[in-house]
């Protein structure tokens, strides 16, 4: 064994660098299939601008192929709610309808077919946007949830009939007497097509806090919803998700009414649970199309994805509906997601991720339980290279137990190269996922792996109100983001720290949208790190309630307090009125077409932290949303954090980096 050569944590040479993280990591989502050979999916494309492909899986060759390859540019990607999300279907076996994200107009297309067809008219500025459709074929058209900016202050939302006769025709499928919800999800037909099931939600509501299920029929000369026939199912305070009919025509759907999401029948007496337990078959449902479960072809049986949380990674389980049994499917996967039948019910196809190297896509045998990946590609790096997570559970108040719990995957920094100097602790990054209605899983993420095999330790913390781990702790974040949140990551910095896990003086934090806005709150009312990086994140509540989009525009109501009846509240927790406050170096990154989380937002923050003398980086990209999804701007984004927290920290990163122009720090790099 060569001899590892001594070096301080931070200043490791690396085997991935940031172009590699682009190059390797294509996310997958939306899995189809016919339930016999076709097994489709989406993949987004950092090295193809972000792009959205939609591919087929070749048994015969044991490949992916593109479906439209003769049309390079169409992105499979809705709008909805801005994170999009159920951007496309199958009609039939061989026909697929898609969003197309530049004009936002639904098209079909079948394998090998050169180009798309539209079915709704010509879209100029995307005011119409369309999500989640399902088929109608016996009625040649499309039920889907439509959102109309034809007012842009005030968008509306409604389930919509789509025609397929080549019509363009789009007609609302409720009467707009009978009261509209401000959001709608979850179109689905009964099998007799005479049903229709979807959930709804009001203002100042989020779909994981309070929904509406409602069950109505369809008439059958007109193809709407009969007004005078709906049912609704309803508990204040209750979130109902994923309306599923079982092949019989039984009604089936996800509940948090026992305090965690489980799934339920629908009977004239109420829910019957299913598989009662203390676990999640429900992920909020940021993105249209969520979906955890899945009936078997004679509906006896129901596969369902438990999400992970306290018990660390994501179950399979087999739940006989005319018994009353559970069986636990092993699987060595991490996460789970988007399960579909294969070959007549024989097999069972899942979107997977390990913790120690990428997925893909798994194909169970139902028979025996065991599995296979479709393709396994040679990981980008050594498995010695590879940091594994370890789960932490970590008092909110040092030595308090009782005082609450939070959770966090850590990571250690891991190279077979190196060791650092005797007595070295290494910097700690702590990450401060989004929503902030969100969830850290223990993925395998090249992301993470950039900063570990560098000499960084990494913690990734589920703070009070993540996901996962039930409707009481997701509702520990109300009226108190800025305050839990913050104190969580503060908590879990500090005790890596005192365990020696961690030097207390180089401990950073950094986070995305929601996550950006706990990075710099956490910077300027706590005083423990030494260094953010805030990627579209938050600065100042009042603004955000002024300028953002519809599906948010009340999430504050909740999270911090009503508007602009709470507004000293909002002032009080707002990290741009306490730039006073802040004394540590702080880098931003930027889409300047971001609806959700406008620039003005990373601006102002900026121009107060310039203003007061603080070292602050400022990087803004073109063509870019919430979230970066160009290969460019996502290995800039990376790269420009390690020269930013090298030279704040005082080390020489190993890397050859483009340096960023860090106002207010005198050794600028020319």
């Known amino acids: 064994m060569a001899q590892k050569s001594i070096a301080s944590f931070g200043t490791w040479k690396s085997p991935l660098g940031a172009a590699l993280i682009t190059q390797a990591q294509i996310t997958r989502t939306s899995l189809l299939s016919d339930g016999k050979e076709s097994l489709n999916w989406l993949e987004l494309r950092p090295l193809e601008g972000g792009r959205v492909v939609p591919v087929k899986w070749n048994p015969?060759?044991?490949?992916?192929?593109?479906?439209?390859?003769?049309?390079?540019?169409?992105?499979?990607?809705?709008?909805?709610?801005?994170?999009?999300?159920?951007?496309?279907?199958m009609i039939d076996a061989t026909?697929?309808?898609?969003?197309?994200?530049?004009?936002?107009?639904?098209?079909?297309?079948t394998q090998g077919q050169a180009e798309p067809t539209p079915v709704t008219k010509e879209n100029d500025g995307c005011v119409v946007r369309y999500a989640d459709a399902e088929p109608d074929n016996p009625r040649r058209r499309l039920i889907a949830v439509c959102e109309d900016h034809a007012d842009p202050k005030a968008p509306r939302n409604y389930l919509a009939s789509i025609s397929l006769d080549g019509s363009s025709v789009v007609t609302p499928l409720l009467d707009a007497s009978s009261g509209e919800d401000d959001f709608v999800a979850f179109p689905r037909l009964s099998p007799d097509g005479t049903r229709l099931a979807w959930i709804g939600w009001k203002h100042p509501n989020l779909p994981w806090d309070d929904t509406t299920l409602y069950i109505a029929g369809i008439d059958a000369a007109t193809g709407r919803v009969n007004s005078a026939s709906v049912e609704t199912v309803a508990q204040v305070g209750v979130s109902l998700q994923q309306p599923t009919w079982a092949p019989n025509g039984d009604l089936y759907y996800v509940t948090d009414v026992s305090g965690w999401w489980n799934i339920v029948k629908h009977t004239s007496s109420g829910p019957r649970p299913v598989y009662p337990a203390e676990a999640e078959f429900g992920r909020p449902l940021w993105q249209m199309g969520v979906q955890q479960f899945v009936f078997s072809t004679e509906g006896k049986v129901?596969?369902?994805?438990?999400?992970?949380?306290?018990?660390?990674?994501?179950?399979?389980?087999?739940?006989n509906l005319e018994d009353g049994t559970s069986t636990v499917i092993p699987t060595p996967f991490s996460t789970m997601s988007c399960p579909t039948l294969l070959k007549g019910g024989a097999e069972l196809a899942v979107i997977v991720a390990f913790q120690d190297r990428p997925g893909g896509v798994a194909v169970f045998d139902l028979t025996s339980g065991s599995h296979r990946l479709l393709f396994e590609k040679?990981?980008?790096?050594?498995?010695?290279?590879?940091?594994?997570?370890?789960?932490m559970a970590i008092p909110v108040v040092p030595g308090k137990i009782d005082a609450g719990m939070t959770y966090a995957w850590v990571y250690h920094p891991t190279n077979p190269e190196y060791i650092a100097p005797e007595g070295e602790k290494p910097p700690l990054i702590v990450l401060s996922h989004g929503g902030p209605t969100g969830a850290a899983n223990s993925d395998f993420s090249l992301s993470t792996q950039y900063w570990t095999t560098r000499g960084f330790a990494v913690a990734d913390v589920n703070y009070r109100g993540s996901t996962g781990f039930g409707s009481a702790y997701r509702h520990l974040l109300k009226k108190n983001w800025g305050v839990y949140d913050v104190d969580d990551c503060c908590a879990v910095a500090l005790f890596l720290a005192e365990q020696g896990l961690a030097d207390r003086n180089r401990l950073a934090i950094t986070g995305a949208s929601a996550g950006g806005y706990t990075t710099l709150a956490a910077l300027a009312f706590r005083k423990v790190f030494s260094a953010g990086c805030s990627k579209y994140g938050i600065g100042d509540l009042t603004m955000l309630a002024a300028d953002t989009h519809k599906f948010e525009s009340r999430y504050l109501d909740t999270l911090i307090a009503p508007y602009p009846a709470g507004e000293a509240l909002y002032h009080e927790r707002s990290p741009l009125q306490h730039c006073d406050q802040m004394t540590c170096p702080v880098i931003f990154f930027q889409g300047l077409e971001d609806k959700v989380v406008p620039p003005n937002q990373a601006q102002a923050m900026v121009a107060a932290l310039k203003a007061k003398g603080i070292c602050v980086a400022h990087i803004e990209f073109e063509a870019e949303q919430h979230g970066f999804r160009r290969a460019e701007n996502i290995v800039r984004s990376v790269e420009g954090q390690l020269d930013f927290f090298s030279r704040i920290f005082g080390f020489s990163a190993a890397d050859t980096i483009d340096p960023v122009t860090i106002m207010n720090f005198n050794d600028n790099k020319k």
Request: charged share 15%; net charge positive.
């Open 95 to 109: 026909t697929f309808w898609a969003t197309n994200f530049k004009d936002q107009r639904v098209y079909t297309f």
């Open 302 to 319: 129901i596969y369902a994805i438990q999400v992970g949380g306290v018990q660390g990674k994501d179950v399979l389980l087999r739940l």
């Open 378 to 391: 040679t990981p980008p790096i050594d498995p010695s290279y590879v940091s594994k997570p370890t789960m």
């Open 60 to 89: 015969v060759t044991s490949s992916i192929e593109d479906l439209l390859v003769a049309l390079p540019t169409f992105n499979v990607r809705s709008r909805v709610h801005e994170y999009g999300g159920g951007a496309w279907g």
